[in-house]
């Protein structure tokens, strides 16, 4: 039992403080040896698994953590005798490396926003910006990052190559820009931000649907950037506030057995008011002055209709669909006109909504996304299809969620 629990706690420690050790270890040693800075990490979470599997856990286990990933790395920078050579011999007294809590939080927090901002470097395309910064803050497995790219994880894999070399050619030193660099790397921090939530809160693969201390590093993450004067804009007010929305409904999407519970059943009493409350202030001090809403605008009063609405039923669907349709008219979203369907139907019925289905087959290609072939099913069977059972198996098959899988099998009884 103790193997078991222990194993739980290394997952939620490794996941909670992958990205402040890497942070860390790349502001103080640079971000030259990155490579040498991820395998004492992983390696400081082997030990981990080893040491806590049979002893009781440290009572500061990221402290731990982060003094084995240190001391790791500093045998292995002595062993390749690269830094002696470039003349940064003192970093590698290892005997005076403990860390202080108190002192550390500051560092670490001063360390990962430098390290989302050098991510998100000029130099670097966009796609290695995300790809670096999930990786390195979120701790991103190929997988995970497979998903929310769209791509296949191969292609990651490769990508996330070639960006690692860029960015020791291209980031020498970690440090936040002056104003204006730091503006403009701003909309690609706050995406990254957005990936890392969605991800936390729609679990791509495993055994859990929600992994709530990644959505909870996100949110972290963005109030670390609102802390900084430079960094306030409506864009971060609204994704906090999508983020609060969210997260006020964390409770109430499993049930006792810890089981999923879809939207239309979840046990609204179990919503946390005083988030809610939080997100429409920040919904409130999101106004744009060109009063263009982004799709963090968009998404965010989305939720908050979701999040107010006393029951399932009385949901202000129109509204709902309308933020949609203008999402859809200023940045399509093969996702976006997908969700859009549910929206549609409950104001204008499965029929015209499965006649919208239709349309949206031959604009993308959703032949391998489950949640796809589950709204079809629903429809199908509102207007009493048979169809609905075998296009509802085909959305199991295609679910690698063991959760949601479930959940879909039990529509099938």
């Excluded at 001391?71 to 390749?80: A, E, H, S, T």
């Excluded at 390290?115 to 395309?125: D, R, T």
């Excluded at 999508?242 to 409904?249: E, I, K, T, V």
Aim: aromatic share 8%; net charge positive; charged share 25%.
């Amino acid at each position: 039992m103790r193997s078991t629990e222990n194993g739980v706690l290394v997952e939620h420690v490794f996941r909670h403080e992958y990205g402040k050790m890497v942070s860390y270890l790349v502001n103080k040693f640079g971000p030259s040896h990155l490579e040498s800075i991820e395998d004492a990490v992983q390696e400081a979470l082997i030990k981990a698994m080893q040491v806590w599997g049979y002893k009781e856990p440290p009572k500061n286990p990221a402290a731990w953590l982060l003094r084995v990933a240190h001391n790791q790395l500093i045998d292995r920078l002595r062993r390749d005798k690269k830094m002696v050579q470039s003349g940064d011999g003192p970093l590698l007294e290892k005997s005076e490396f403990e860390p202080k809590e108190i002192h550390l939080d500051d560092t670490i927090n001063d360390s990962q926003l430098k390290m989302i901002f050098a991510c998100c470097h000029p130099s670097l395309s966009t796609e290695h910006q995300i790809i670096l910064s999930l990786k390195l803050i979120g701790g991103f497995g190929n997988v995970e990052l497979a998903k929310a790219l769209l791509k296949k994880e191969a292609a990651v894999a490769k990508s996330y190559t070639r960006a690692k070399k860029k960015f020791k050619e291209k980031v020498p030193w970690l440090q936040v820009p002056v104003e204006m660099g730091l503006q403009s790397r701003l909309f690609v921090v706050l995406r990254v931000i957005y990936l890392l939530f969605t991800e936390g809160y729609s679990v791509t693969a495993g055994s859990q649907v929600l992994k709530r201390d990644i959505c909870y590093e996100a949110m972290r993450l963005a109030l670390l950037l609102k802390k900084n004067s430079y960094c306030q804009h409506p864009n971060l007010e609204a994704l906090i506030a999508l983020m609060c929305f969210h997260a006020a409904r964390f409770d109430a999407r499993l049930d006792t057995q810890g089981e999923m519970v879809d939207l239309e059943h979840q046990d609204r009493s179990k919503y946390n008011r005083e988030l809610i409350g939080i997100g429409i202030r920040h919904l409130e001090n999101a106004g744009t002055e060109d009063k263009l809403p982004s799709n963090y605008h968009l998404e965010a009063a989305v939720s908050y209709y979701h999040s107010t609405a006393k029951t399932f039923a009385g949901t202000d669907w129109g509204s709902i669909l309308k933020l949609y349709d203008l999402q859809l008219k200023t940045q399509y979203s093969p996702m976006a006109a997908l969700n859009r369907i549910v929206p549609f139907s409950k104001v204008h019925g499965a029929e015209r909504a499965l006649t919208e289905f239709k349309v949206l087959e031959k604009t993308s290609d959703y032949g391998s996304i489950g949640l796809f072939y589950a709204i079809k099913a629903e429809l199908l069977k509102e207007i009493g299809d048979r169809q609905w059972r075998p296009t509802l198996e085909k959305a199991i098959d295609l679910t690698e969620n063991q959760l949601a899988k479930r959940h879909l099998k039990k529509k099938l009884i």
